[in-house]
């Protein structure tokens, strides 16, 4: 079946611009996260969601980035006023209590 | 200090060599730990979990938790070209609907 999926792949934009980065879960997972992997680091959690609530949103690293996620379905990260250090890749996984499986990430540079 | 750490590498060795992977972590309370898999833009794929301390074998690959030590390895035996990738650690504290706790990754390359 399907795999969880991700747009866009790459997404450069402007410092001060708004992004919004989408991730579609693989279909029954009720659990889906967000994690940012920067250039060299391993990956940081930002977010988790059970179903369209989200009881662990401890790793946002500031108040320009949020979340939101349909039912047990799609969800989408948004930064607003992207800093350079926002650049890095966003990967989100997806996870019916167990293993997470992750999709291929969405590649952001802000210049 | 971070929970788990882990050397960045870069590691390089002969194929067929054996490769020994590593990380420790600090907070005791993680009891499940694993290791993924990451290709070049790729997202990250699950090789191994362990459950507390002990050994767990699949193919060539072995992984070891000892939590006396907070140490926790990934072996792979005849090393091959297609085994080159990122190596990361990951822990969490329960097997639920959980975050997981990832090193910063080890780049192996196996030399043909």
Redesign the interface.
């Known amino acids: 079946g399907a795999g969880?999926s991700q747009s866009p792949s790459n997404k450069v934009t402007e410092k001060g611009k708004d992004v919004e980065l989408r991730c579609d879960p693989i279909s029954g997972h009720?659990?889906l996260?967000w994690?940012r992997q920067r250039l060299?680091?391993?990956?940081?959690?930002l977010i988790?969601f059970?179903g369209n609530s989200a009881p662990?949103k401890s790793?946002l690293p500031s108040d320009r980035f949020s979340a939101e996620r349909t039912g047990e379905s799609v969800s989408t990260l948004t930064i607003q006023r992207t800093q350079q250090e926002d650049s890095a890749v966003y990967?989100c996984?997806s996870?019916r209590?167990?293993?997470?499986y992750?999709?291929?990430?969405t590649r952001l540079t802000v210049t | 200090q971070k929970e788990?750490e882990?050397d960045?590498g870069p590691l390089s060795v002969p194929e067929g060599a054996i490769v020994s992977l590593n990380c420790t972590y600090s907070n005791s309370a993680f009891q499940y730990f694993m290791w993924y898999r990451q290709y070049s833009?790729?997202?990250?794929?699950?090789l191994m979990?362990t459950y507390s301390s002990g050994n767990k074998e699949d193919g060539r690959f072995t992984a070891q938790v000892d939590k006396s030590s907070k140490y926790i390895s990934l072996f792979i035996r005849d090393s091959q070209p297609s085994d080159s990738a990122t190596y990361?650690c990951?822990t969490q504290r329960s097997?639920?609907?959980?975050?997981?706790?990832?090193?910063?990754?080890t780049r192996l390359t196996i030399i043909p």
């Open positions: 969880v009720t659990a996260y994690y060299g680091q391993g990956l940081e959690f988790y059970q662990d790793g990967l996984a996870s209590g167990g293993e997470q992750f999709g291929p990430g | 788990v882990q960045p833009r790729k997202g990250p794929e699950l979990y990361l990951a097997r639920g609907n959980e975050k997981l706790t990832f090193g910063t990754g």
